[in-house]
């Protein structure tokens, strides 16, 4: 795995960013100063950033920039508060949110790298502000549509995981295991964190089960960790009952904006979180993309040929 990372590194500037609204939004600054400019738009939605996505890049050659989602991670106010506002916590915020951050730290272009949400986010970016993107990088593609929301969470992937599809089942009422997503949401928002906290560490675990190609005990605990599980469930059940903010089949349809920009989708043929039907019809549709199907890997980064798929696709634009 380390041969397929750079090694690691510390921030050498960071800040909070006042984005309206009350929020603050957490970003870091790493690598090269003066090097090519890359933003990670990480997952979830809710997860925040995490350290190791600065190994993804050489630190000689590109400056890299991680932030933190409204909400999640370092940024406040988070939303394992009590009380914690998200009705301004919606995609189009978190455009905005990184428009200002482009904005803040001088930078006239940027390239973008996302896996999973953090490829929804980016790719509404960089459909809003093609002028400010300079390449995109994306793992695990999805894009917020209801069928790909259906596939992890209504019914489709429990055909591969029945065990864990069970497990993901058992907190609901029979009355409202018809539509997990918005039993969830209705469990995940009760007052009471008896009630919600488990409710929202048995979501985060579902993905948690299905994330790799062989199911690996380290991601189903991580994933239930309550620190985890709360940010991921309460932002991300927000967000699929909302639509994402997207119209139907937006990102697809409008992928036709980002002609000119080069991009790479890496996608593990067996993802069961976000099949590759997604990614080919994205690369279908945005015009010099390329697609690169890696024939042993799932969802996780540390899949076989992920890591080494996403080097070699950051530095082959290192100095482009």
């Not at 890049?57 to 939303?79: C, E, K, M, N, W």
């Amino acid at each position: 795995m380390d041969d397929d990372l750079y090694p690691a590194i510390q921030p050498h500037e960071r800040g909070m960013l006042d984005v309206g609204d009350g929020n603050l939004v957490y970003w870091e600054v790493s690598g090269n100063p003066e090097g090519k400019p890359v933003v990670v738009v990480h997952g979830g939605p809710g997860s925040g950033s995490a350290p190791l996505t600065r190994r993804h890049f050489d630190p000689a050659a590109y400056r890299i920039v991680l932030f933190d989602q409204r909400g999640a991670g370092r940024s406040t106010p988070h939303v394992s508060r009590p009380g914690a506002d998200l009705s301004v916590n919606t995609t189009w915020h978190l455009v905005a949110d990184m428009e200002r951050l482009r904005q803040l730290l001088g930078i006239e272009r940027w390239q973008l790298f996302g896996g999973s949400w953090g490829a929804t986010l980016a790719l509404a970016y960089a459909e809003t502000f093609p002028e400010r993107v300079s390449e995109i990088v994306l793992r695990g593609i999805f894009t917020a549509r209801q069928s790909e929301i259906d596939w992890i969470y209504n019914g489709g992937a429990a055909h591969l995981f029945p065990e864990e599809w069970a497990r993901y089942l058992a907190p609901l009422p029979e009355t409202e295991r018809q539509d997990p997503v918005a039993g969830y949401r209705r469990l995940v928002a009760d007052p009471d964190p008896a009630v919600s906290e488990p409710a929202a560490v048995a979501w985060s675990t579902w993905e948690g089960a299905i994330v790799s190609v062989v199911p690996q005990e380290q991601f189903r605990a991580g994933y239930a960790k309550p620190a985890v599980a709360v940010p991921f469930a309460r932002i991300a059940l927000h967000y699929f009952a909302h639509d994402s903010w997207l119209e139907p089949d937006q990102l697809i349809r409008d992928a036709g904006k980002l002609a000119g920009i080069p991009g790479v989708l890496v996608q593990g043929r067996y993802d069961a979180v976000c099949p590759p039907a997604t990614a080919y019809e994205l690369h279908r549709a945005w015009p010099g993309s390329r697609l690169n199907i890696l024939q042993g890997a799932g969802h996780a980064v540390n899949d076989p040929g992920v890591l080494a798929a996403l080097r070699a696709a950051t530095d082959s634009f290192a100095r482009r």
